[in-house]
Structure formats: C-alpha cells, structure tokens
C-alpha cells in the first residue's frame, strides 16, 4: 500500500537539485511524464506531485520547480533557478525571468472578468495581457500580481502587496495598491516628493476656479489675459479638460449639456472636422466653409482636444471624420527636417480612426497607416524622422510623441523598437539647451516623458536614467505653480509664452501626473487624465 504522507520534496523542493536520490529522480520523471499540453523542462526541473498543473504550454530553466499544492495552468515559462512556491497560483500566460523566488500563497492571475452592466459575471468575456516577472525579482508571501502587469528585473514585491500596474526595475515595492518605496540602486526614492505631490494637487484643486475665472472674459474662454487674441476653440477644450481632471466637474458657470451642444455645433458635417473659430455664441451653427483636411491645417489638433472634450463630458462627435489618405500622402509629410509637422498630422490622423471605431462604431484605413509606420520606422533609433545640427532629436523626439501617441497609444499597440527609442529620447533629454528658458516648456518635457512612460510597457531599458530625469522634472516644475493663475507653457521663457494660461496648466497638469506615475508616485496626485493624455488606450485594436 502506498504512503499517504507528503513529500519532503513537495514542500522542500530546492533540495531536490543536489540531493535527491536516484528513486526521487525517478519518481519525479514520472511526474513529468504525466504533465499534459507543450512542455519543455531542463535539468534538474520539479514538479511537486501534489501541485496541481494543467498548462498548454510550460517551459521550466534549469533548476527551477513548482512547489507542493500550487495552481498552475496556461502558458507558463519559468527562467532558470526560478521558484513558484507551495500554495501559490500562477494562471494564464505568464512570462517568468532568471532567479525568481515567488512566495506561498502568492497568485499570479493573468486574466480577468469583463465587468459591463446588464449581464452576469460568469457570462462576461473574458481579457488576458499577460503578466511578466523580470530577472531576479522577490516576490513575497501572499501577494497578487494582476493580469498585465511587468515587473521590471532586481526587484522586491513585499508579502501581501496587491501589484495592478507595472513596478520599475530596481525598486522595492508594497501595499495595497503596490507603491514604490525605494530603489535598490543607492538612489533612494526621495522621501519628501510624495508629500510634494500630494500638497501641490490640493493646493491645484482649491484654486481651479480662480485659474479658470482668470482666462474667461465675459463671452469666452482665452488661453490667457492680455492683449486680444484671435477667438479659438482650444481655450475651451483647456478648460473642460482641468476642472475634469481637478474635480470632475464641469467649469463652474458652464453646464454640460451647454458645452457639448456649443462643441457639436462647430463640427463640419462633410469633412467631420472642427472648424476655426470659437463657442461664443455667435459661432454657434455657423461651420466653416473652407475646406478641412484631417493631415494638415489648424483644424487637425482640434480632432484630438475637441473630441476629448466632448469624451469627458461623456458626449462624442456627431458626424465621423473623414479619414481618406493614400500612402503617397504619408510619404509626402515633412519627414527629413519636419518630423514634429509629420507626426501631429499622423497623431490627428490616428485620432480620427480611433474617434470613428468609439464614437460611431466605424473601422476605417487603419492597417494600411500602421503597416508604412512599421516599415517606415528606423530599427537604429526607434523612431521616424531624421537627426539635424541645429536641434539634435528636437524634431524626430517631438514628432515620435505626436505620432505615437495618435496610433500605438490609442490603440493599445506595442512600439515596434522600444530600446532603440528610449535610447533616442535619453539622447535627447541630455541636450540642455532644449530644456532651458523658452526651450523649457511643456511640449519639450511632454515629448520625453510620455515616450519613455510608453516604452516602459515593453523594456526596462534605461530606466534608472529615465527616473533620475523624471524626479528632476518634477522638481523643477512644481514651484513654478503661480497661485490662482496656474502653469506658464513656458515658465522661464521670454515672451508671453510665460504667463499662465490655460494651455500651460492643461499640459503640466498632465506631465506631472506622467512624470509621478513613472516614479510609481502617481496617486500621491489623487487625479488622473481622462483626456487628450489619458494613459488608457482610446480603443484596443487587439
């Protein structure tokens, strides 16, 4: 009769390696025999006989093991000297490095419920990203990793964290949410900046009606006081996107339903773009009769900050845009010096396929943009555009954000060379002469903190140099909030561009809360963008 009693080897396995006897090897062969779906295991590999493992893929390094009574099933690559230990769950497709030590009772779940109103839980579809553990992570007792998180190599998970986004290399992290509480590299995260931030968004709350009261003149939203300026649309879009961001409110004085109504009324039915001008009443039903293109003119930027506008306040445009292109029309953007030019008209082209599948349910020419994006994408620098002595990677930086944003942004998609752009943009970031007086402004910072928050996604490439610029940043900005005026776009420069206005504090507002959410410090901010620089995918193309 054979014993009941468990295993030393199920609940010791790392002795299993150096110490276990020629009928223990055998036996544990058996195991493996056993074990179900596409399996590859090295040497000196173990799988507790009580754990329970149904995986249509495995792959387990040498000297790596599952420990007694785990749960283990998808698709499961576990690196050498890599350990998923007793009563811990790992399920889905989960990506494990080398020298991984996951705790008991820790639950890697890759998958999850979609949660929509008016049907069942257990009849909801399902999602699943993914989940991967870098090289040399801890991963303590009791701790849950949710379904598409990374966490970066040489990192500790304290026991009973809930981890649901990425956690940087080189950082030990904890709590529920998982928050970064220092780095392992010497460089501590800095103890104060949490209550930097968390002071500087209260102090930003308290005064958003004070800023916004400072740029409406009686008839309109102004970027900023001073001299009278062409009427436009943006200063409004500015507007709904703060007091949203602030306090999820409309602009005190402004209903909904009268913003979306001015905002609907200016979008020309044929072309489906926003034309120029206000949404003072005089403006309203009165589109322009000039002819709009979605890759070129003023009315480009205003597919992205009206139709967010509209999102926020939870309306849509009413007419879709239209998005007829030919790839000679691609080619014919101002690439060699231009690149900034290039890819906001990509960025307001992108913008407008995504604002047509969400607001109207309509697919347009996406494959054939994303196609001559990847084709066209320079594998030595990530990017697109061409570096030029007199600005280093000012243009092709620039333009890599507008263009990215507008497409793999909003549709959820992976960069096609993710080291080889950050390597792109910490060049950039290092030429100091685009990061002072009026070259110190929000597009220049946005530019380079937005590529590397999206390329984090994918690689922990250079992102000790990324943090290190990130805390700078966030430094160098947060003083230069001026009480019931808000953000310069400018702050050091020497022209207007220095007086706070709309378009400033819309920006930093978002900037900070990139800069912050790449320190892993980003709800020390209490808010998060629901706008033109949302960090969630307009649409999932996947």
């Given at each position: 009769?054979?014993?009941?009693?468990?295993?030393?080897?199920?609940?010791?396995?790392?002795?299993?390696?150096?110490?276990?006897?020629?009928?223990?090897?055998?036996?544990?062969?058996?195991?493996?025999?056993?074990?179900?779906?596409?399996?590859?295991?090295?040497?000196?590999?173990?799988?507790?006989?009580?754990?329970?493992?149904?995986?249509?893929?495995?792959?387990?390094?040498?000297?790596?093991?599952?420990g007694a009574h785990a749960y283990v099933t998808g698709k499961i690559v576990l690196g050498p000297d890599s350990t998923i230990n007793p009563f811990s769950v790992v399920r889905g497709a989960v990506t494990i490095g080398d020298g991984?030590?996951?705790?008991?009772?820790?639950?890697?779940?890759?998958?999850?419920?979609?949660?929509?109103?008016?049907?069942?839980?257990?009849?909801?579809?399902?999602?699943?990203?993914?989940?991967?553990?870098?090289?040399?992570?801890?991963?303590?007792?009791?701790?849950?990793?949710?379904?598409?998180?990374?966490?970066?190599?040489?990192?500790?998970?304290?026991?009973?964290?809930?981890?649901?986004?990425?956690?940087?290399?080189?950082?030990?992290?904890?709590?529920?949410?998982?928050?970064?509480?220092?780095?392992?590299?010497?460089?501590?995260?800095?103890?104060?900046?949490?209550?930097?931030?968390?002071?500087?968004?209260?102090?930003?709350?308290?005064?958003?009606?004070?800023?916004?009261?400072?740029?409406?003149?009686?008839?309109?939203?102004?970027?900023?006081?001073?001299?009278?300026?062409?009427?436009?649309?943006?200063?409004?879009?500015?507007?709904?996107?703060?007091?949203?961001?602030?306090?999820?409110?409309?602009?005190?004085?402004?209903?909904?339903?009268?913003?979306?109504?001015?905002?609907?009324?200016?979008?020309?039915?044929?072309?489906?773009?926003?034309?120029?001008?206000?949404?003072?009443?005089?403006?309203?039903?009165?589109?322009?009769?000039?002819?709009?293109?979605?890759?070129?003119?003023?009315?480009?930027?205003?597919?992205?900050?009206?139709?967010?506008?509209?999102?926020?306040?939870?309306?849509?445009?009413?007419?879709?845009?239209?998005?007829?292109?030919?790839?000679?029309?691609?080619?014919?953007?101002?690439?060699?010096?231009?690149?900034?030019?290039?890819?906001?008209?990509?960025?307001?082209?992108?913008?407008?396929?995504?604002?047509?599948?969400?607001?109207?349910?309509?697919?347009?020419?996406?494959?054939?943009?994303?196609?001559?994006?990847?084709?066209?994408?320079?594998?030595?620098?990530?990017?697109?555009?061409?570096?030029?002595?007199?600005?280093?990677?000012l243009q092709v930086v620039n333009g890599f954000y507008r263009l990215t944003r507008g497409t793999y942004a909003q549709f959820g998609l992976p960069l096609p060379y993710p080291e080889q752009a950050v390597a792109t943009v910490l060049?950039?970031?290092?030429?100091?002469?685009?990061?002072?007086?009026?070259?110190?402004?929000?597009?220049?910072?946005?530019?380079?903190?937005?590529?590397?928050?999206?390329?984090?996604?994918?690689?922990?490439?250079?992102?000790?140099?990324?943090?290190?610029?990130?805390?700078?940043?966030?430094?160098?900005?947060?003083?230069?909030?001026?009480?019931?005026?808000?953000?310069?776009?400018?702050?050091?420069?020497?022209?207007?561009?220095?007086?706070?206005?709309?378009?400033?504090?819309?920006?930093?507002?978002?900037?900070?809360?990139?800069?912050?959410?790449?320190?892993?410090?980003?709800?020390?901010?209490?808010?998060?963008?629901?706008?033109?620089?949302?960090?969630?995918?307009?649409?999932?193309?996947?």
């Open positions: 009769m054979a014993s009941t009693e468990p295993l030393r080897l199920d609940f010791l396995p790392w002795e299993y390696a150096r110490n276990a006897s020629d009928a223990e090897r055998a036996r544990q062969a058996e195991r493996q025999a056993r074990l179900g779906g596409s399996l590859e295991l090295a040497a000196d590999t173990y799988v507790a006989e009580s754990a329970a493992v149904y995986c249509d893929e495995l792959r387990m390094g040498d000297r790596s093991y599952i991984v030590r996951i705790g008991a009772h820790t639950s890697l779940l890759a998958f999850n419920h979609g949660t929509a109103p008016g049907q069942p839980i257990f009849k909801q579809p399902h999602t699943a990203r993914g989940i991967t553990i870098g090289d040399d992570v801890w991963i303590g007792s009791n701790v849950t990793i949710l379904d598409g998180v990374t966490v970066g190599p040489h990192t500790i998970i304290g026991a009973g964290a809930i981890v649901t986004k990425d956690i940087p290399a080189n950082s030990v992290a904890a709590g529920n949410p998982a928050r970064i509480l220092r780095s392992r590299t010497g460089a501590a995260m800095t103890g104060d900046l949490g209550t930097k931030l968390k002071d500087f968004a209260a102090r930003a709350r308290e005064q958003v009606d004070d800023v916004l009261a400072r740029c409406w003149d009686g008839e309109r939203f102004v970027d900023r006081p001073g001299p009278v300026r062409e009427p436009a649309i943006r200063p409004w879009c500015d507007a709904v996107e703060i007091a949203d961001l602030l306090v999820r409110r409309t602009p005190s004085g402004h209903s909904r339903d009268d913003l979306i109504r001015r905002f609907r009324a200016r979008q020309d039915p044929v072309s489906g773009l926003v034309s120029p001008g206000d949404l003072s009443d005089d403006g309203i039903g009165k589109p322009s009769d000039v002819e709009l293109a979605v890759l070129e003119g003023p009315a480009s930027y205003h597919v992205l900050c009206v139709g967010y506008a509209l999102q926020v306040l939870g309306s849509g445009f009413e007419h879709p845009i239209a998005t007829d292109y030919t790839l000679d029309d691609l080619d014919k953007l101002p690439w060699a010096r231009g690149a900034w030019t290039a890819g906001s008209a990509i960025d307001a082209l992108g913008t407008a396929l995504a604002r047509n599948l969400h607001d109207h349910k309509q697919s347009g020419p996406l494959e054939p943009l994303l196609g001559w994006l990847l084709t066209r994408a320079d594998p030595k620098t990530g990017a697109w555009g061409e570096q030029h002595p007199d600005d280093g990677w060049a950039h970031s290092n030429d100091r002469r685009m990061f002072s007086g009026d070259n110190y402004n929000a597009c220049n910072v946005l530019d380079v903190i937005h590529p590397l928050w999206l390329a984090r996604k994918q690689t922990a490439y250079g992102e000790q140099d990324g943090r290190r610029w990130a805390e700078q940043q966030l430094r160098a900005i947060l003083p230069r909030w001026v009480d019931g005026a808000g953000f310069a776009f400018a702050p050091d420069g020497t022209d207007d561009r220095a007086v706070p206005g709309l378009q400033g504090t819309e920006m930093w507002l978002a900037i900070i809360w990139l800069l912050s959410d790449y320190l892993g410090r980003s709800d020390d901010l209490g808010y998060r963008p629901r706008g033109v620089h949302r960090p969630e995918p307009l649409v999932n193309s996947r």
